[in-house]
């Protein structure tokens, strides 16, 4: 079932009202947090399995939410057979909140990599692996006509840090049905992840999540956000223009595959954006396929640079990946 703007409201998990915590112990401390929600760690009392409990609150900003809730539980449900998305285990209902019993994804938000000093922050390697991941389950999600539409560092998950585990998709909170009939135009998610389309009140479709995917991949690889400008309106402006630094200063040691990987994603029209399935395709994450290493085509990118260019500094070798 689902309504005009694109929501699924029909669920199959069946809905417990008895305590949580009858059944589980709160362990630790708080996994993170988000503008409605509180997930913490659990421990299941009869299985004794560690659980992330996600505790949505019913009422905000005065509005009953009951429904957006319902839509995640919906969509979490419906990529169940997907394994780069979060499993959901249980849900529970009090008089203000829904819980959400999730599979625990304990290496933590992709975020902390992609900010960290250079020893702990991923590598190429690292990144074409996991952006292989994120694609492959978001290729089941646009298979079935969901778009995530909250792509970004802090919703893509580790199952474990270090060693660098598999990717987990969560939080599905803006995630809707597309399909022929229904135009999403509403829904705004985080500035700097925002697609075009949405700034311009034009309809979303699963294009929106790969403008996303390319932003995410830009942070992976440098540490730094493509469009995040001084202040909000300043971030809108770059988005809009499409004002993007590829240049090598922050570029540096990165194939030149991955960038134009990146930039076959950062492009105005949703339409001219590569789909899912032209992304999986795409050279750069082929590199493995075809017995290359990205050392040896880096190697090759910088004998062939440093030909045209014989003045150009070549970077360290620590420098690179
Ligand atoms: P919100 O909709 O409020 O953004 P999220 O679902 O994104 O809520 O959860 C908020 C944060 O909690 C995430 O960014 C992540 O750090 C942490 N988190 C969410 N789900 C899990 C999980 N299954 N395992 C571990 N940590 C989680
Ligand atoms: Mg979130």
């Known amino acids: 079932m689902m309504n005009r703007n694109g929501m699924v409201t029909k669920i199959r998990t069946r809905i417990r009202t008895d305590p949580f915590k009858n059944n589980y112990d709160l362990v630790g401390r708080e996994l993170g947090r988000g503008k409605f929600a509180v997930v913490k760690k659990c421990v299941e009392k009869t299985t004794g399995k560690e659980h992330a409990a996600k505790f949505l609150r019913k009422r905000r900003k005065g509005q009953d939410c009951r429904g957006d809730i319902l839509n995640e539980i919906a969509v979490l449900e419906s990529a169940e057979a997907n394994p780069y998305v979060v499993g959901l285990h249980e849900v529970y209902e009090t008089t203000s909140e829904i819980i959400l019993v999730l599979e625990c994804a304990a290496g933590g938000e992709i975020f902390n990599q992609c ?7 991923f590598t190429e390697k690292d990144v074409i692996r996991l952006a292989r991941q994120i694609l492959m389950g978001v290729s089941c999600l646009h298979q079935n006509n969901i778009v995530h539409l909250d792509l970004k560092p802090q919703n893509i998950l580790l199952t474990s840090a270090q060693p660098l585990g598999d990717i987990r998709i969560v939080d599905f909170g803006l995630s809707r049905r597309v ?39 830009y942070v992976m690889l440098t540490g730094e956000s493509p469009f995040l400008g001084e202040e909000k309106q300043e971030t809108f402006l770059n988005i809009s223009q499409v004002n993007v630094d590829y240049s090598q200063d922050v570029f540096q040691g990165i194939s030149d595959l991955a960038v134009n990987f990146i930039q076959s994603l950062l492009i105005k029209n ?34 062939s640079q440093s030909e045209s260019e014989p003045e150009s500094p070549v970077p360290s070798p620590e420098l690179l990946i």
């Open 179 to 217: 399909d022929s009939v229904s135009e999403v135009r509403e829904i705004l998610g985080t500035p700097e992840y925002v697609a075009p389309e949405i700034l311009d009140y034009e309809p979303i479709s699963t294009a929106t999540d790969m403008w996303s995917i390319g932003v995410l991949t």
């Open 115 to 121: 900010v960290a000093d250079n020893d702990e922050a």
């Open 270 to 303: 949703p339409r001219k954006r590569s789909t899912v399935e032209q992304c999986l395709n795409h050279s750069w994450l082929r590199l493995d396929s075809l017995h290359q290493t990205v050392d040896t085509c880096l190697e090759e990118q910088e004998a």
